[in-house]
Each structure stands twice: as C-alpha cells, then as structure tokens.
C-alpha cells in the first residue's frame, strides 16, 4: 500500500506564498503520475494541478495557472506544489494524490491513493 503525507500548510495573508509538500512511502514502483486537489468547506474537491512522474508532463487548473507550480523529485518521492499570489478563494484542505488509472487528471475517481490532506488558509 502507498501512503500519502501531506505537509506545509497554514495560514497567509492574500498576495502571500507557501510550498506544500507531499512524500509518498511504501508501494511506489506503480505510482506513474501525482496530483494536487483541494477542497473548501461545503464545496467538491477539485483538481489544482498534476505531473506525469516520468514523463514530466503538467497540467494546471485555470483558476491556479500563472499562480502555482507543481515539481516533482522522483528520487525522494515527493511533489511539492508552490503557491504563489495566494487569494482568499485558495483556502481549502489540499489533498495529495497519487497512481493515475484510466481516465483524466482532473477527475477525482482518476487517482488511486490520497492522502488526509493539510489546510490551507489565506486572509484578505
């Protein structure tokens, strides 16, 4: 089994920064690609950002594009997504995923393991 351990959540202001950070254990040989998703209370998780995990491909939600970036280091096993010009509308529980099967990446029942998530909360 893969286990998912997001970190690097908090609170900041609109217009501040903060790296998030996800480090996968465990069963990992099948795990091709990695995703960020997140979701604001009373609201369905919704894709933020993906990146194949050995071919380097991402993609990016419109609402993030300009704003986060998603890295990945294949010999730690983590993904880090940097959010940059935070705004108040960020402020959700980010949600690491990982293992992409059939289907595409901004679809929830695409992924194959989860992490518990970290909040993240931006004031204006």
């Known amino acids: 089994q893969v286990q998912l351990v997001e970190s690097g959540g908090g609170s900041v202001q609109a217009g501040g920064s903060l790296r998030l950070s996800c480090a996968a254990s465990?069963?990992?040989?099948?795990?091709?690609?990695m995703a960020w998703f997140r979701q604001a209370s009373g609201k369905e998780r919704e894709f933020v950002a993906a990146?194949?995990?050995?071919?380097?491909?991402?993609s990016y939600a419109d609402s993030v594009k300009g704003r986060f970036t998603i890295s990945r280091d294949n010999a730690k096993n983590t993904v880090a997504l940097q959010m940059n010009s935070l705004k108040p509308e960020d402020t959700a529980v980010y949600y690491c995923?990982?293992?992409?099967?059939?289907?595409?990446?901004?679809?929830?029942?695409?992924?194959?393991?989860w992490g518990i998530g970290t909040l993240v909360t931006v004031s204006s």
């Open positions: 995923a990982a293992q992409a099967l059939y289907g595409t990446w901004e679809h929830v029942r695409t992924w194959r393991h």
């Open positions: 465990g069963r990992t040989v099948s795990t091709y690609t």
């Open positions: 990146i194949s995990w050995s071919g380097g491909t991402t």
